[in-house]
């Protein structure tokens, strides 16, 4: 049972651009809701997390936007560089165990 | 070292093979977790380590599947009797504490079953 889900699947950004990925969480016990950065060949870097007693956190060009009345929660990386380019996992736990969404390909054009 | 270590990288094994994955987690990291994910998908917990004792094991797959931390650091996952849908990358993960902070992952351990 899929628990947290996120889209899109893929995201194509022109440099200097904002993408924006999303996800949907259904466990409204879940209080912990991180991102995390993938690249070919090496394992997820904590990104950015964020608590649900806020509705938005900010660091550098990151930014999660969290609405727990519509159990959603949002990543949006201001002036995409070709750097970013990655797959993003955005994620949710209560406990140890971190449920983890099925990633967005992010491609950033210059 | 500076962050999880994993070995090998990559493994290739015939179904019905052993296979023993290591996974070195930074120094003085209490969780361990063990992850797998497979291609184009978003890692799905296996186990869970708080010092030596196995906490949660809820996500091994089976019974084939098994890990160990026997004295708190170094932990190695065992999959017997290798099936061709345990090919998959392995991740290992630390972390300073309990809930809440954050997780180190190693480069996993791609395995494939042939």
């Known amino acids: 049972q899929q628990q947290v889900k996120q889209s899109p699947q893929s995201l194509i950004v022109q440099k200097g651009g904002i993408s924006i990925i999303n996800c949907a969480y259904e466990?409204?016990?879940?209080?912990?809701f991180p991102w995390y950065q993938q690249f070919p060949g090496k394992g997820p870097a904590l990104l950015i997390a964020?608590?649900?007693?806020?509705s938005e956190k900010k660091e550098g060009r990151f930014t999660i936007s969290f609405n727990k009345s519509a159990k959603q929660f949002s990543l949006h990386i201001m002036d995409s560089q070709p750097g970013d380019s990655a797959t993003y996992f955005c994620?949710?736990?209560?406990?140890?165990?971190?449920?983890f969404g099925t990633g967005t390909r992010l491609q950033v054009f210059p | 070292g500076a962050g999880v270590s994993q070995s090998p990288r990559y493994k290739v094994a015939k179904r019905g093979q052993d296979v023993a994955l290591r996974c070195d987690p930074i120094?003085?990291?209490?969780?361990l977790f063990w992850y797998q994910q497979a291609l184009g998908q978003g890692p799905e917990f296996l186990t869970y380590?708080?010092?030596?004792?196995?906490?949660?094991k809820s996500g091994l797959p089976s019974d084939r599947f098994f890990a160990e931390r026997p004295e708190g650091s170094v932990s190695t996952l065992k999959i017997q009797r290798t099936q061709q849908e345990d090919s998959a990358v392995y991740l290992c993960?630390?972390?300073?504490?309990?809930?809440?902070?954050?997780?180190?992952f190693g480069n996993g351990t791609r395995l494939t079953v042939t």
């Open positions: 466990n409204t016990a879940f209080d912990y």
């Open positions: 964020i608590r649900p007693d806020v």
């Open positions: 994620a949710a736990s209560n406990t140890d165990k971190l449920i």
């Open positions: 993960a630390s972390s300073l504490d309990r809930v809440f902070s954050p997780l180190h």
């Open positions: 380590f708080q010092n030596e004792a196995q906490l949660d």
């Open positions: 120094s003085g990291h209490v969780s």
